[in-house]
């Protein structure tokens, strides 16, 4: 079974940077889509950045500028640097995974456990 497995959440100071990461672990063939969303405290999950197989992101309106994501697609790794943080960047970030293949099935979509991001001075 394929899992997700994230890291880099943490406190970090206004303007500040973090870097998280979420590996997809398990025999993998390709991933067609990876990105991340987040949820803040009484608010609906919402995209953050997503980043295809042919390389294509898409990034929500507050983050541009300011969040780049990555993939590393030997490690099947997605990436995602947060500079300049806000405090309205608090939430838990989800990595997610879309069209995961490997050689017995095809999961349509995967989600991370959460990673807590806290952006106070």
């Known amino acids: 079974q394929v899992q997700l497995v994230e890291s880099g959440g943490g406190l970090e100071q206004p303007g500040g940077s973090l870097r998280l990461s979420c590996a997809a672990s398990?025999?993998?063939?390709?991933?067609?889509?990876m990105g991340w969303y987040r949820q803040a405290p009484g608010k609906e999950r919402e995209l953050v950045a997503t980043?295809?197989?042919?390389?294509?992101?898409n990034y929500a309106d507050s983050v541009k500028g300011r969040f780049t994501i990555s993939r590393d697609n030997p490690k099947n790794t997605v990436y995602l640097q947060m500079n300049s943080l806000k405090p309205e960047d608090t939430a838990v970030y989800y990595c997610?995974?879309?069209?995961?293949?490997?050689?017995?099935?095809?999961?349509?979509?995967?989600w991370g456990q959460g990673t807590l991001v806290t952006v106070s001075a």
């Open positions: 398990g025999t993998i063939v390709n991933i067609n889509v």
């Open positions: 980043f295809t197989g042919g390389g294509s992101t």
């Open positions: 997610n995974a879309a069209g995961v293949i490997t050689r017995t099935r095809i999961d349509r979509e995967l």
